[in-house]
């Protein structure tokens, strides 16, 4: 699951788009703007490339690394005061753009919102949210009745994802549901 996949809350949407970033704020006075990037495909904004801010089209100028997270400047803005209008902006490209995965594994648009049900076919609600940990993944699962659910991403745990049928098949380790 990443971009080489999209790995944070890349979600696609109805129009075939998926978010590969959010803008939280503007760097320096030539119209930077700090990106939140919710891909681990750091080409995706390298100068020259074209993506969908705020649902318009935008040719990358320039990116810096000046904390570990992207500042990107975009065509047509060129001062502080003009990069102040992109705060809050989704950063998307078309879904088509992503490559193809190898078996096995998926982009996260793809799981989020699949439902979950035990071996036994036990519905246990849906997937929520995905958590990137050093270890593995963890799925949120969102219960209807009940808090979430916490379940490790590890093939002890997450036995078949369906994504035609849209179902998560799980086997909770002991104690993972109380």
């Known amino acids: 699951m990443t971009d080489s996949a999209d790995p944070t809350p890349a979600q696609a949407d109805d129009g075939g788009r998926v978010a590969v970033g959010r803008i939280n704020g503007t760097w320096g006075l030539r ?5 939140t990037p919710y891909t681990a495909n750091k080409d995706r904004f390298r100068p020259g ?4 801010v705020g649902g318009a089209p935008a040719e990358v100028l320039d990116v810096v690394y000046p904390q570990a997270y ?6 047509g803005y060129d001062s502080i005061e003009a990069a102040e209008d992109l705060r809050g902006a989704l950063i998307e490209i078309e879904a088509a753009e992503l490559p193809a995965l190898p078996e096995g594994e998926y982009y996260r648009h793809d799981l989020i919102g ?8 036990e519905p246990l609600g849906e997937l929520a949210d995905i958590l990137a940990t050093g270890a593995n993944d963890v799925y949120v699962v969102r219960r209807a009745a009940a808090p979430d659910v916490l379940l490790p991403a590890i093939a002890d745990v997450v036995l078949r994802v369906d994504l035609v049928a849209r179902e998560l098949v799980v086997d909770p380790l002991p104690g993972l549901l109380d």
Not at 31 to 35: A, C, I
Request: net charge positive; charged share 25%; glycine share 8%.
């Open 49 to 52: 490339s074209r993506l969908l």
């Open 114 to 121: 699949l439902r979950v049900v035990t071996r036994e076919g």
């Open 31 to 35: 119209g930077h703007v700090k990106v």
């Open 70 to 75: 992207p500042c990107v400047r975009f065509a």
